[in-house]
């Protein structure tokens, strides 16, 4: 079993920044690759980041490269969503997720573990 806690939103305008931490506990926390993940209101939970067990390999929705950037510590057992350039579009509760398997991934179905979320919410 995998606990995941989330940190670090809040509210920021648009252009600002944060930058998100979700805290595993519970087993081997570098046997899998994590992700993030953001759900607005009204909308369905999309895949915003993913990366690997070893932090070599990562991957993001189109909607966030070049703006956020994924990292992880496994000495840690933390996972960090570092967020630039914010816009209002952005403002949805982050959730970090546990996958399966040992390679990222944007599938939802793929991730057996998952955090509380956090709240962001960009101000235009």
């Known amino acids: 079993q995998v606990q995941l806690v989330e940190s670090g939103g809040g509210l920021v305008q648009a252009g600002g920044s944060l930058r998100l931490s979700c805290a595993a506990s519970g087993r081997t926390f570098d046997s899998n690759a994590m992700g993030w993940f953001r759900q607005a209101p009204g909308k369905e939970r999309e895949f915003v980041a993913t990366?690997?067990?070893?932090?070599?390999?990562?991957n993001y929705a189109g909607s966030v490269k070049g703006r956020f950037t994924i990292s992880r510590d496994n000495a840690r057992n933390t996972v960090y969503l570092q967020m630039n350039s914010l816009k209002p579009e952005d403002t949805a509760v982050y959730y970090c997720?546990?996958?399966?398997?040992?390679?990222?991934?944007?599938?939802?179905?793929?991730?057996?573990?998952w955090g509380q979320g956090t709240q962001v919410t960009v101000s235009s």
């Open positions: 997720a546990g996958a399966r398997g040992m390679w990222g991934t944007t599938l939802r179905s793929e991730y057996d573990y």
């Open positions: 990366i690997s067990r070893s932090g070599g390999a990562t």
